[in-house]
């Protein structure tokens, strides 16, 4: 019983005094700017943590500005995607501010290799390469290709670029032009003169065959 006393009363003692070593560090308000090294462009939206009280997080914002209120001997750790992690402890300051400037490290992350192919398994690459048509040479090869038939199919599914349907536009316009030219029946019949003079000419002849049936 009195070995149970004594733990609980250094447990109590212990508890004490962190609480009172708590109290008497000083409370200092906490601010700074996240960025990167090199081209200093700040690091938005960092994690920024304190692990010496209770792990309490804060976040920075999109340019990297955080502040809030701490202790002086505080371990602060700061975490981002893509930077490597990076700890710091607040330092002693005369006043009941301070304004830290932190600069984060870009972690670069060399993948492996990797080499795509276009079988799924050696398996049916060895089918592909026995089944390999090797009887015909190049120039064979490509005359099938630039025939007729090869050439219409392939206009057939393959999309026009930018500068074909610029050149097909531009030919149906100029065609249109020329047709409105040469044939009349683009052609506004009031606004050409000779319509006008074969009107006036068929109004002529009636008046004379009116007069003459009329003797």
């Given at each position: ?177 020329n047709n409105k030219v040469i044939n009349q029946r683009y052609a506004n ?27």
């Amino acid at each position: 019983m009195k070995l149970l006393v004594s733990i609980l009363f250094a447990v109590f003692l212990s508890f004490c005094s962190s609480a009172l070593h708590a109290q008497e560090r000083k409370i200092v308000q906490y601010s700074g700017i996240v960025t990167t090294v090199g081209s200093g462009l700040p690091v938005g939206y960092a994690t920024v943590t304190n692990l010496s009280f209770r792990n309490e997080a804060f976040a920075a914002n999109n340019e990297g500005y955080f502040s809030f209120v701490a202790h002086v001997g505080d371990t602060i750790r700061f975490t981002s995607v893509g930077f490597d992690p990076l700890v710091v402890t607040i330092p002693e300051v005369p006043g009941d501010k301070y304004t830290a400037n932190i600069i984060m490290q870009n972690l670069v992350t060399e993948l492996p290799m990797v080499t795509p192919y276009p079988w799924a398994s050696i398996e049916e690459f060895n089918i592909a390469f026995m089944n390999l048509d090797v009887s015909e040479d190049n120039i064979v090869r490509v005359r099938r290709s630039l025939s007729y038939e090869s050439l219409a199919a392939m206009a057939a599914v393959i999309p026009r670029d930018g500068n074909e349907m610029r050149s097909i536009n531009n030919a149906q316009s100029f065609n249109t032009m020329n047709n409105k030219v040469i044939n009349q029946r683009y052609a506004n019949p009031l606004l050409n003169p000779f319509a006008w003079g074969s009107l006036i000419q068929q109004i002529t002849k009636g008046s004379q065959s009116r007069k003459s049936s009329s003797y």
